[in-house]
């Protein structure tokens, strides 16, 4: 080995050379979910949920950021929207449409699946939805549970998704995990059967190692590897996986938000490297191409929900 060959690249080296393998990289899908710092399921509890309205709101100003990172980096993407949200803060899902992201729905009071009977259910989602598309004056046609709770003891969820106008659900996370997941659930974009229609399910990313299939697809699993870990496993994923889906939600990158009472485990997780989690998201958008889900996915892609050329569907940002 020569002495040249040995030494470290510079950072102008290493800047080209991440420029040359983003490239080369499949284009994944980047998606937001847009909820308060206190909506967290894991600190969840009916007085703190009265409470809602009294907690300093964040969400906001953490989001207006992502959408600033992501402009800087020419990328669009899907941010799943609570409606209870929408509904406080509408000029900011005007926004978040009027930059050509898509608007889909994260539901409207963020309970659990698994708290909510199908009445519950259809009335939630069906709120969200003609909230958000009041709001953006196009169809909204995306789910995505509250903490992924679609699971084979919910999966009733999928024909009420159906019947209420959803075309496609990001909520089944195909692992073994203590709050959620369908471990065996296919791990890529598929199509599910129901009685009232199909719907496809675009699950979050996983990667699969010594038989296991790992979850690498954001939130607290972003937070936790040291970056250089992520990018191997997602480089990984993404030769078995294509495109991925990454999440993220606005609260992860504010380090300053209170602190939540909740179990230990709850807040480790919750609270876990979060003043990274910035400048990590930084690095993945200059290693990866994004885009939004109903963009970039084959199959949702062909149901041309996408408005045309961001014309007269999209409402102007005031
Ligand atoms: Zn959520």
């Known amino acids: 080995m020569t002495t040249m060959s040995r030494m470290p690249a510079s950072k102008g080296e290493e800047d080209q050379l991440r420029v040359r393998a983003r490239r080369q990289s499949k284009t994944h899908c980047l998606t937001f979910d847009i909820e308060e710092h206190f909506q967290v399921s894991a600190f969840e509890s009916p007085v703190q949920r009265r409470s809602w309205d009294q907690f300093e709101s964040r969400v906001e100003r953490n989001t207006y950021k992502?959408?600033?990172?992501?402009?800087?980096h020419?990328?669009?993407?899907t941010f799943f929207v609570l409606g209870w949200i929408a509904e406080r803060h509408p000029d900011l899902v005007r926004s978040i449409a009027a930059e050509g992201h898509e608007v889909a729905s994260h539901g409207y009071a963020h309970q659990l699946i698994t708290a909510q009977t199908p009445d519950q259910f259809r009335s939630d989602v069906r709120r969200a939805k003609e909230i958000l598309e009041d709001i953006v004056g196009e169809a909204v046609v995306g789910y995505r549970a509250p903490s992924f709770t679609i699971m084979e003891e919910t999966k009733w969820a999928l024909p009420i998704l159906v019947e209420e106008g959803y075309r496609y659900d990001s909520s089944i996370f195909p692992i073994v995990h203590d709050r959620y997941g369908m471990p065996g659930a296919q791990p890529h974009c598929h199509q599910r059967t129901t009685p009232f229609g199909p719907i496809w399910e675009v699950p979050p990313a996983t990667v699969r190692i010594a038989g296991t299939r790992f979850p690498v697809a954001g939130g607290g699993y972003f937070r936790f590897f040291p970056y250089p870990v992520l990018r191997m496993l997602l480089r990984k994923a993404e030769a078995e996986l294509e495109p991925l889906v990454m999440y993220?939600?606005?609260?992860?990158?504010d380090p300053e938000q209170p602190r939540m009472r909740g179990?230990?485990?709850s807040r480790f997780r919750h609270y876990l490297n979060l003043e990274k989690t910035e400048s990590r998201l930084m690095c993945l958008l200059s290693d990866f191409r994004f885009g939004p889900i109903r963009d970039i996915m084959t199959p949702i892609q062909a149901l041309n929900v996408s408005p045309p050329d961001k014309g007269d569907a999209v409402v102007e940002c005031v």
């Open 248 to 253: 993220l939600h606005p609260w992860e990158i």
């Open 263 to 265: 179990p230990l485990l």
């Open 66 to 72: 992502i959408l600033e990172m992501v402009r800087v």
């Open 74 to 77: 020419n990328v669009r993407a």
